[in-house]
């Protein structure tokens, strides 16, 4: 109950931070620029949507460039975006630890830096936007120990390492299954990559015949290990995490069991609102938390 008011607290905070924004307080020569990791990713081709819409909205341009999965690229990007001399930039990092450079160049450069969804080590970042991944973690274990039971054998797919939301999606999931008293069979990388899930997935139904429930760490490695399963004839649970078009459509079919949905567009727009009050020269919190829901296919 505790962790469904937070929940609910974080959506209201959201929902605040949205409506408080001044509608056109931006010249037409403005803009804004969101670097995210992929577009190879309906995730975060979502997250960009919404904030087109909160640009366009609020009057300003936005520029969006992708990092393709590459440090050096993500640089390059954000080297570009001093260059067009862009007010905001929101970043998605490849890595955290990587992004180090990049988000360095746009401080000496006095660019408003905020981080969406992954986190930075170092650099200054006046605003981290992301949806408590360590929370979807443990409903994620919480979920299975409560469909099949205490000691129930499960597996993960974790995502890039290096990443935020891989160490914090996992930690939330290891609360979970210490805490419900599953057994973990084994936790590999699948780089939140759907043929990398599939692969992974494969080897890892080889090793370990006897597994019950899989966590992957984001949807597209979930549609991957779908696919694994059904080509090997066994009934195992998939939980994903991400609540992509088609992981709720895969629930829906029930085929996968549950995803944990985090909210894409409501991110991307987030962003920007935030970074429209930064701009205005309102002070921020420096962690803003988007909302969590689980998606069953009982629902």
């Known amino acids: 109950m505790k962790r469904l008011a937070n929940l609910k607290a974080s959506a209201l905070l959201s929902v605040a931070l949205l409506s408080a924004s001044a509608p056109f307080s931006a010249s037409a020569q403005d803009a804004i620029a969101i670097v995210l990791s992929?577009?190879?990713?309906?995730?975060?081709?979502?997250?960009?949507?919404?904030?087109?819409a909160k640009?366009?909205?609020?009057?300003?341009?936005?520029?969006?460039?992708?990092?393709?999965?590459?440090?050096?690229?993500?640089l390059a990007n954000v080297e570009d975006l001093t260059m067009r001399g862009v007010k905001a930039i929101l970043i998605n990092?490849?890595?955290?630890?990587?992004?180090?450079?990049?988000?360095?160049?746009?401080?000496?450069?006095?660019?408003?830096?905020l981080t969406l969804d992954r986190t930075a080590e170092h650099?200054?970042?006046?605003?981290?936007?992301?949806?408590?991944?360590?929370?979807?973690?443990?409903?994620a274990g919480e979920f299975i120990a409560k469909t099949l039971g205490a000691n129930a054998k499960v597996i993960q797919l974790e995502g890039i390492a290096g990443t935020s939301a891989a160490r914090e999606r996992g930690a939330g999931f290891i609360n979970a299954v210490n805490a419900e008293n599953l057994e973990m069979?084994?936790?590999?990388?699948?780089?939140?990559?759907?043929?990398?899930?599939?692969?992974?997935?494969?080897?890892?139904?080889?090793?370990?015949g006897d597994v019950q429930a899989v966590f992957a760490q984001n949807d597209e490695?979930?549609?991957?290990?779908?696919?694994?399963?059904?080509?090997?004839?066994?009934?195992?649970m998939v939980v994903g995490f991400d609540g992509t078009d088609e992981g709720i459509a895969a629930v829906r079919r029930k085929q996968l069991a549950a995803t944990i949905a985090q909210q894409p567009e409501l991110l991307g727009a987030t962003g920007i609102a935030i970074a429209d009050k930064i701009l205005q020269g309102q002070v921020v919190e420096k962690s803003i938390p988007v909302a969590l829901k689980i998606i069953t296919q009982t629902q």
């Open 38 to 52: 992929t577009m190879n990713n309906p995730f975060f081709v979502t997250m960009k949507d919404g904030a087109e």
């Open 55 to 74: 640009a366009a909205e609020l009057g300003y341009k936005l520029i969006a460039l992708d990092s393709q999965n590459d440090p050096s690229k993500e």
């Open 93 to 113: 990092p490849t890595d955290a630890l990587a992004v180090t450079n990049a988000i360095r160049t746009a401080n000496r450069a006095n660019i408003p830096v």
């Open 123 to 139: 650099g200054d970042i006046v605003s981290h936007i992301a949806s408590d991944n360590i929370a979807g973690g443990e409903l």
């Open 185 to 208: 069979l084994s936790s590999q990388p699948a780089d939140f990559d759907r043929s990398k899930g599939l692969n992974v997935m494969e080897n890892m139904l080889s090793a370990n």
């Open 221 to 236: 490695m979930a549609l991957g290990a779908l696919r694994a399963i059904e080509a090997s004839g066994k009934q195992v």
